[in-house]
Each structure stands twice: as C-alpha cells, then as structure tokens.
C-alpha cells in the first residue's frame, strides 16, 4: 500500500484520503455505511469542514467508536477570532471529539499571521496550547495566499487544487511544500468532476510522494475504485500518458477550473458551474444540470451586468463573462434538442 506523510505532522496515511464534502448529499446511514466501508478499506484520514453542512455530524455518528485509530481534518472560515471558537466548539461537538488532527482556515483571502487584525492565528495557538487541534492548515485556491502561507513557517499543511490538469505554477507549490516540510493535501484531484477516469487521477497524484490526495466520494462505486488502487495502484504509463495529453488539450486554455475565487457575484450567479457547464454536460451526468434548479440558475446568466469583477478575479485569465455567455449559448441549445457530442460546444 502507497503511503504519504504529511511534512512535519508526521502523520501517515495511505495515499487515498476520504472528501467528506458529497456526504452531505446522502442520508445519515448511506454516509455512515461508506465511511465505515472506507476504513474496512484501509482509509485513515477523513476531512471535511465547518461548512460542509452535516458532513462533520454524520462523521461523528459513523466514526466515534473508532476516533483514535482515524485523523480528521477539517475547516473553519472564521474571520475572527470569536467566530473561530464557536466553530471549532461546534465541530469538536458534531464530530464527538476532544480534538481535530488539522485544524485549517478555510479558503481566507489572506493569510493569518499573529499580528494581524483578525486575531484568527492566535486563536489557533491558543486551541493547540489546549490540546483541541494538533496541527494548523490552511486551505486555498489563490497561489500568492498558498506561497505566502509556505514561505510564513506559520504551517503545517496547504490543502490546495491538484490534479492533471494543472499548471507549471502549482507543481512549484507541491515542491516547495516538500521542501519546507509541509504536508500538501490535493483537492479537486478530479478537476470538481471534469476528470473521469480515477485510474489516470491517481497515477498523476502518485507521481508526487508527498502528495495525498483527498477524494470526494459519494457513492459505494467510486470508493470501490478508490479502494481497488490501495492494493493495485495505477501507475503512470504510455496509455495513461495519453489520456492525460487528450484531457489537457480539450480543457487547457479557456476552461474554467470551478474554482470560485471569483465569486460572489453581484447578481448572484453561480459562476464556478455555470462557465463550466458544457464540459460538466458532456463529462459527468447531466441530469441534474438540466433540471428546473439547474436550469434557474443558468438562466441568471441573463442577468450579467458585465461588470467584470469576476475577470478581474480569476486566477487563470480566463475572460468569464464571455465564457459565460458561450456556456449558456450552448446550454439553450441542448435545451432545444442539440445532441451532444465531446467536443461540439
Ligand atoms: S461580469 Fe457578470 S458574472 Fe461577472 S461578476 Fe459581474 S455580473 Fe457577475
Ligand atoms: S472563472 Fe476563474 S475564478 Fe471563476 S470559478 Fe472559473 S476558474 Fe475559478
């Protein structure tokens, strides 16, 4: 079994962490059933976060009996620290607990320090002093917040986007977390859906030894494949190089990652699906994208005032008005009948 250290946590695991996100999305015991079927498996290390809704409730449910032998990560997106300790009571609450493994600030837009003035650093000294949390992280989707938090010392692990089709700058993350002894937790190594073959994701995280991806699981399926590469990890070969090359030349350039640092927007559209929505359509089950919900939502692209504050955003350059408004084109179009095929949008 491939395993990862987190940098100077210490903390090792095998090279598949459990995403606690898409829990929310199934009954108490269907998450329970997974969990536990997950740890049977060999599945040690489970995050998730504050905001997560019931995730970290169902985690505690499911997983109380045997917290000492599991770590678990997860989130606060306080912004002082007053918020900081009622979220962290609440979680210790839900996932019926004394401690969290790592504690991380979720997504800021800057990077706590001791002396700034959301005081949220210190809070995390304090609840580590007290033996609630053992390790402070931090979560991002913004590299210059990521750089900053590595080259600070303040942390011991960055959860940060990571899958194949990522760029230059963000192996550079990776390296430097190695480096400076930082635990590096891939998110989205599934590119939030896009990607489809598991196999191919994993062999790209495998190739990164301090790398330890967390996937987002929702269905019994998916863990199995997941749970398959603990005995037979997939490795990086010819076909798989392949299949790699053929994704990162239909979604480079113009695709837009789900990231939603540009967001919110001002009129409320939910920006990191609906500049997307084509690929999601033709890559992963549409159903839901189609329906009334998903289709009120893509209608508020109607409602654009071109302010291009999220442009201004996005950290890929991406021009996402325009995008936009090329994904609704193509979505009113599959709406009227239009069959889809990989590449016709
Ligand atoms: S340009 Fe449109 S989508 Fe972008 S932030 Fe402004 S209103 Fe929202
Ligand atoms: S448009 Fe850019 S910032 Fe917004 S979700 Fe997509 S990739 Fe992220």
Known sequence: MKTVTLGRTGITVSKNGFGALPIQRITRDEAAKLLRKAYDGGITLFDT???????????????????????????TAAQNAEEFWKDLETSLTLLKTDHVDVYQFHNPSFCPKPGDESGLY???????????????????????????????????TLQFPFCYLCSEKDVELVEDCKKNNIGFIAMKALSGGLITNSAA??????????????????????????LSYMEHPPVMNDEIRALIEADRKQLYGSFCRGCGYCMPCPVGIEINNCARMSLLLRRSPSEGHLSPEGQAKMMKIKDCLHCNQCMSKCPYGLNTPELLQRNLKDYEEVLAGKVMTPTNF
């Open 49 to 75: 976060a504050r905001a997560y809704s019931d995730s970290e409730e169902k985690i505690g449910y499911a997983m109380s009996d045997i917290r000492n032998h599991i770590y678990i990560t997860t989130k």
């Open 122 to 156: 210190e809070a995390a000294l304090k609840a580590r002093e007290q033996g609630k949390i053992r390790f402070i992280g931090i979560t991002n989707h913004r590299l210059a917040v990521a750089h900053e938090a590595i080259d600070s010392g303040l942390y011991d």
């Open 201 to 226: 994701a994993y062999a790209f995280e495998g190739q990164y030894d301090n790398v330890l991806p967390i996937w987002g699981v929702q269905r019994e399926n998916e863990l199995d494949e997941f």
